[in-house]
Nanobody
Framework: QVQLVESGGGLVQAGDSLRLSCAASGRTFSSYAMGWFRQAPGKEREFVAS??????????FYADSVKDRFIISRQYTKNMVYLRMNSLKPEDTAVYYCAATRRSVTSIMSDYEYWGQGTQVTVSS
């Protein structure tokens, strides 16, 4: 049974940093790509970042709204994926979800087969 469990969310102030973690279990993810999505209140879920689970030369892919502020990384020896979020803004407030896909890095939500339950990030102004 595949499980993705996010952690690390919380309440921070604008300009602060936060690191989200995603623990993956239940199968071998070496051929998967991992992604982070977010959903703000009253809005559609949106893509944040994606990275291949393993392999050298893996280039992460970011949404324009977080590029240069967020960093996605993975530690496949520990089955962990991270999202480092810097210079947080109130508009980054959302529930953040970790997801896995057998496709290459992709921003398309329907491409992802497995999802975590989400972790809340709230950024106050």
């Amino acid at each position: 049974q595949v499980q993705l469990v996010e952690s690390g969310g919380g309440l921070v102030q604008a300009g602060d940093s936060l690191r989200l973690s995603c623990a993956a279990s239940g199968r071998t993810f070496s051929s998967y790509a991992m992604g982070w999505f977010r959903q703000a209140p009253g809005k559609e879920r949106e893509f944040v970042a994606s990275i291949r689970w393993s392999g050298s030369g893996s280039t992460p892919f970011y949404a324009d709204s977080v590029k240069d502020r967020f960093i996605i990384s993975r530690q496949y020896t520990k089955n962990m994926v991270y999202l480092r979020m810097n210079s947080l803004k109130p508009e980054d407030t959302a529930v953040y979800y970790c997801a896995a896909t057998r496709r290459s890095v992709t921003s398309i939500m329907s491409d992802y087969e497995y999802w975590g339950q989400g972790t809340q990030v709230t950024v106050s102004s």
